[in-house]
């Protein structure tokens, strides 16, 4: 079962879609009935921490959650549960030089975790005004996929299953998106 963390953001049923369509079951918490132990209790064997309004400091419960599950399942963070991740594990949140909301971007990546077997350059909607900064970004986080203008579009945690993506591949514009979910739900512990 994969557990999507929604802060009640409207792409989260996107994301509930586009997994359940690669044959994943989803349980949907919303944020503002989120309870660790309930998510405890369900035993996932994926966590998606999802979209949504605001900055990581806005859902303080991010870091007892990805404390709770980092070293147990395979968790990815998406727009602003992958700014969320970061922040956890030490990097440092910033205002984009440029916001981009619901425009593409051109995403180029190494061809590791999530990203594995995709094109080398495709398309992606972004909605962010933050972004995390690539002078304090911690050393157990690797980044794996940027934008055209260099920001970090996506990373992976070195020790564990911990990956985010700032993008939207659940976006019906983005490219690849199934592709990145299929080799996210490939992961197991």
């Known amino acids: ?3 999507l963390i929604d802060h009640l953001d409207s792409f989260s049923y996107n994301l509930v ?3 359940q369509e ?3 079951f989803v349980h949907l918490v919303r944020s503002p009935f989120f309870n660790l132990q309930e998510c405890l209790d369900l035993k996932p064997d994926h966590l998606v921490i999802g979209p949504g309004p605001g900055s990581p400091k806005d859902y303080p419960y991010l870091t007892s959650l990805i404390a709770a599950f ?3 399942i395979p968790i990815l963070g998406v727009c602003l549960g992958h700014q969320g991740i970061a922040e956890i594990f030490g990097a440092e949140i910033i205002r984009a ?3 981009i909301h619901g425009k593409t971007s051109l995403i180029t990546h190494h061809d590791k975790g999530v990203f594995k077997n995709l094109p080398p350059k495709f398309a992606s909607v972004r909605y962010n005004s933050l972004v995390v900064n690539p002078d304090r970004f911690p050393a157990c986080l690797e980044p794996t996929a940027f934008s055209e203008t260099g920001e970090i579009m996506g990373f992976k945690h070195r020790d564990y299953l911990v990956e985010g993506v700032q993008f939207h591949p659940e976006s019906i514009q ?3 998106g199934a592709a ?3 080799n996210f739900l490939n992961y197991s512990v």
Do not use: R
Request: glycine share 4%; net charge neutral; aromatic share 10%.
């Open 180 to 182: 990145l979910f299929q």
């Open 70 to 72: 980092c070293d147990k």
């Open 22 to 24: 690669l044959g994943a």
């Open 174 to 176: 983005s490219e690849n």
């Open 97 to 99: 030089t440029k916001p």
């Open 17 to 19: 879609q586009s997994f």
């Open 1 to 3: 079962m994969l557990l």
